[in-house]
Every structure is written in structure tokens, then in C-alpha cells.
């Protein structure tokens, strides 16, 4: 019998495990379906994991404002970075591509840490989950191989982008059959196919520029790429976190110092439109297979601020199952870890009450 089964050795079960190794002497294991941990992590920022945002506000993030800057007020981006350094990792600040954002040298510095923080876990790997069973108070975790037992669970299995690198939808089905609300999953952080009016992108494939999106009731600057099926580039991609299913405008000249590049212009010189509120709905999106991250999930309704289920006890959603989803920039990363934060602090401190 284990004290503590995570699920999932992403982001936000590795730091919760850490946390947890660190401050108790609980049995606790951690399960991945990957033959690694942290795959997302080693991907991440083309390798060099953009870790987190100085800017870090509930505003760059979809999901219920309240909730989210309540669990910032525990575990911040500060909170972060110094936790960071105290473990020699000195991420650099890197507004390059978005605003506020802080990368590391490299994505395995972060895996490498972790690695060696979650030590004295017992790490499961190539370990696919199937199915959890609430029995005579505790917790039945039944993977390919053999069930395990726990006391207490966090599910931090992430969501459903990038199938490639672990992701499965047995979070959702883990809260669905606790009673919980799943706020539907869709892909985000994802660029934008396009209806036929717009097959004029294509020509511009591989062409960017800096503009202003409107987007239901958020205006987001940055830079636009311009792809073969549609659009793309870091603007397009925050965009696709608030689109629902209605039209999208775009200031190509957003500045007094905008220039508008040569292919452009001649791309455009036979279309009657507006430059600065060019409007357009999008056909749809690239998909999970090249999504960043998954919007929807767990209802933070349903949950306490410890991310403890109001609805069975002892069960925890962490990380990007939960229906907290933010824009590009470190953001995910960093709710990834103040989720998992606050998690592990209630656990943490209940198991010193009660010694
Ligand atoms: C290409 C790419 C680049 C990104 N870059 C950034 C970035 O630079 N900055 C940023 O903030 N965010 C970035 N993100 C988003 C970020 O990676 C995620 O938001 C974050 O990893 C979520 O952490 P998590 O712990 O909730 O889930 P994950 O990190 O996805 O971890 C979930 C783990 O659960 C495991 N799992 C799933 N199902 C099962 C099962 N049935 N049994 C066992 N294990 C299972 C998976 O294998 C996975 O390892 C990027 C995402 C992608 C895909």
C-alpha cells in the first residue's frame, strides 16, 4: 500500500513528487506511460523550456479568474524562479518571441533536476494507467502490468495534445467516474486552418508579421505566421485559447511603425480589405497532433483550493487536467507547478497535524 500515487511524471507530478520526497516520509509512487519523465518538459520552448512569465496574472489564462490568482497567491512565478535557484537553476529572461518570458539553457537541466529530486519515489515507467477504483478506503490504480494500492491520489496526467508524447484521456475518465464535471476538452495553443476567402495565407507560407488580434473579448499582440494550411506563430497561437466559433480581426499595421513587407503587399493588392480590421472566421484548428496544450478539463467548481475533489477525498487533479489553461509564454508551466504546489503543501501539512 502506498501513502501517495501520482499519475503521470510530467511537469506537475514530478514537482509535486519532489515536494512530497522532500517534506514527508511517505511511501509515494509515480506513474508514467513513457519510457522517460518529463517529455513535454524536454520539448518544450524548442528545447530550452520557457519555465515561466514575469507578467503572471489570471488574466493570461482561460478558466475561472478567481480560482487561478487564488492559487498564484501560494506558489507565483517568484516562488518559482527562486525554487529554481535554489537548485542551481538560473533561467534566463528572454523576451525575444513573448513578452515576460524566462527560458532555461536547456530542457534537460529541468528533467536532470528532477530526476534527481523524485529519488527515493518508486518511478513506474512504460507503466500505462487503465483504471482507478475507489474500494474500503483507498485507492485501486490498475495499469497493464498489476493494481496497485493508495491512500491518497493525484492525477496529473495532463490532457490530450501531442498523443506522440504520452497523452491519453485517463484523467477526464478518472474524474468522470468520481462524479466530476469534465468542461469539454478541445485543442489549444494551436494554429488556425482556413476557409477558402482566406487561401491567399497560403501564398505568404513562411512569411510573419507583427500584428494585433482581436479575439472575443481579449486584443493580443505579437507575431503571425503565415503556413500552408492556414495560420500560425505565437499571437495566432494565445488566439486559439479564447476562439470559440465566431470571427477573429486582425490589425496588419497595428503601429505608426508597421511596415507591411512586399509579398504581403502584393499579395493582397487584388482583395478588398481592411488592413487594420481584417475580419475572418477560422475553419477550425491543426488539431491535437500539433496543439500545445489541451483547454477544458476538470471544473475548478469541483474542486477545493488544495485541488482536492469536493466529491471524494483524498483525490487530487493537478497540472493541465484541470480546466485552467493559459496563454503561450511559460504560463502553463507555471500552473503546472503552483497546482501541484498547493496540493502538495495540504497534504504535507495535514500529515503533520496528525503525527
Ligand atoms: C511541443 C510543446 C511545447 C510546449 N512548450 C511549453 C513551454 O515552453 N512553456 C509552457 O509553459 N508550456 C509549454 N507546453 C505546455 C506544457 O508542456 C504543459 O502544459 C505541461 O507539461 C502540463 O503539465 P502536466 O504535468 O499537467 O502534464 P504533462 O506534462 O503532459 O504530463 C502528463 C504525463 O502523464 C502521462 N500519462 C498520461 N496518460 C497516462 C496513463 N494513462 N498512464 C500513465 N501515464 C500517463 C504522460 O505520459 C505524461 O508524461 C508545451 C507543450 C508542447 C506539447
Redesign the pocket.
Known amino acids: 500500500m502506498y501513502d501517495i500515487v501520482i499519475?503521470?511524471?510530467?511537469?506537475?507530478?514530478?514537482?509535486a513528487a519532489s515536494l512530497l520526497q522532500k517534506q514527508t516520509n511517505q511511501k509515494i509512487c509515480l506513474?508514467?506511460?513513457?519510457p522517460k519523465?518529463?517529455?513535454?518538459?524536454k520539448?518544450?520552448?524548442?528545447g530550452?523550456?520557457?519555465?515561466?512569465?514575469k507578467y503572471l496574472s489570471s488574466s493570461h489564462y482561460l478558466g475561472d479568474q478567481q480560482f487561478i490568482s487564488e492559487i498564484f497567491s501560494q506558489f507565483d512565478q517568484n516562488s518559482l524562479l527562486k525554487f529554481l535557484k535554489s537548485n542551481n537553476l538560473h533561467p534566463n529572461f528572454n523576451e525575444k518571441i513573448v513578452k515576460g518570458t524566462y527560458?532555461c539553457n536547456s530542457s534537460d537541466d529541468v528533467n536532470t533536476l528532477f530526476s534527481k529530486l523524485i529519488i527515493q519515489c518508486d518511478l513506474l515507467l512504460n507503466?500505462?494507467?487503465?483504471d482507478v477504483r475507489y474500494e474500503n478506503g483507498s485507492f485501486t490504480i490498475v495499469?497493464e502490468k498489476k493494481q496497485f494500492l493508495s491512500k491518497k491520489l493525484l492525477v496529473?496526467?495532463?490532457?490530450l495534445?501531442?498523443p506522440s508524447?504520452?497523452?491519453?484521456?485517463?484523467?477526464f475518465r478518472i474524474a468522470k467516474k468520481f462524479g466530476h464535471t469534465v468542461i469539454t476538452p478541445n485543442p489549444a495553443?494551436v494554429g488556425f486552418t482556413v476557409q477558402k476567402e482566406q487561401f491567399w495565407f497560403k501564398e505568404l507560407s513562411g512569411l510573419s508579421m507583427n500584428v494585433k488580434v482581436k479575439v472575443e473579448d481579449k486584443t493580443l499582440d505579437g507575431s503571425l505566421l503565415f503556413t500552408h494550411k492556414g495560420c500560425s506563430g505565437p499571437v495566432i497561437l494565445s488566439s486559439s485559447l479564447y476562439w470559440k466559433k465566431g470571427l477573429i480581426s486582425i490589425d496588419f499595421a497595428p503601429t505608426k511603425e508597421s511596415y507591411l513587407p512586399k509579398r504581403f503587399k502584393q499579395a493582397i493588392k487584388d482583395l478588398d480589405i481592411d488592413i487594420h480590421n481584417y475580419q475572418f472566421a477560422p475553419a477550425g484548428n491543426f488539431g491535437y497532433t500539433k496543439?500545445?496544450?489541451t483547454k477544458g478539463g476538470v471544473s475548478t467548481d469541483e474542486l477545493n483550493l488544495n485541488l482536492e475533489s469536493k466529491i471524494q477525498k483524498d483525490l487530487y487533479f493537478?497540472?493541465?487536467?484541470?480546466d485552467v489553461?493559459?496563454e503561450?509564454?511559460?504560463?502553463?508551466?507555471?500552473?503546472?507547478f503552483s497546482?501541484?504546489y498547493c496540493a502538495t503543501q495540504s497534504i504535507i501539512s495535514n500529515n503533520l497535524t496528525k503525527k
Do not use: H, P, R
Request: with cysteine.
Open positions: 499519475i503521470g511524471a510530467g511537469a506537475s507530478g514530478l514537482f506513474i508514467d506511460k513513457n519523465i518529463g517529455a513535454k518538459i520539448v518544450s520552448g524548442g530550452k523550456c520557457n519555465i515561466t512569465n527560458f507503466t500505462d494507467v487503465k495499469t496529473a496526467s495532463g490532457g495534445s501531442y508524447l504520452g497523452a491519453s484521456d485517463i484523467g495553443l496543439a500545445e496544450v493537478i497540472g493541465e487536467v484541470v489553461t493559459g503561450l509564454g511559460g504560463y502553463n508551466f507555471q500552473w503546472a497546482s501541484a
